[in-house]
Nanobody
């Protein structure tokens, strides 16, 4: 399975972006969005299970919404009220039933003041 992320760009603080991650096949395990800011470690932003239940990092709760369309094999991240600290490369990810980990390529989100 390959993951193709898109939707990053330049946005002013307080603005919104929607990231997408299209998979080349069906995924039945939890899917995640990670991000990595310059000089920092990659961190988990949000997760969603096949049943739609979600978890979020404290730093994005109330601002970001993760969702998935299983029919379209696509993962989304709606990001609202963006802050300067949200600037990072964003990666989609999942681990399959054999414990193999898959990563999409990063999509860059830059939040300006």
């Amino acid at each position: 399975v390959q993951l193709q992320a898109s939707g990053g760009g330049l946005v002013e603080a307080g603005g919104s972006l929607r990231l997408s991650c299209e998979a080349s096949g069906s995924i039945f395990t939890p899917m995640n969005w990670y991000r990595q800011a310059p000089g920092k470690e990659r961190e988990l932003v949000a997760s969603i299970r096949i049943d739609g239940s979600t978890n979020y990092a404290d730093s994005v709760k109330g601002r970001f919404t993760i969702s998935r369309d299983n029919a379209k094999n696509t993962l989304y991240l709606q990001m609202n009220s963006l802050k300067l600290d949200d600037t990072a490369d964003y990666y989609c990810n999942f681990r399959d039933s054999r414990n193999f980990v898959y990563w999409g390529q990063g999509t860059l989100v830059t939040v300006s003041s």
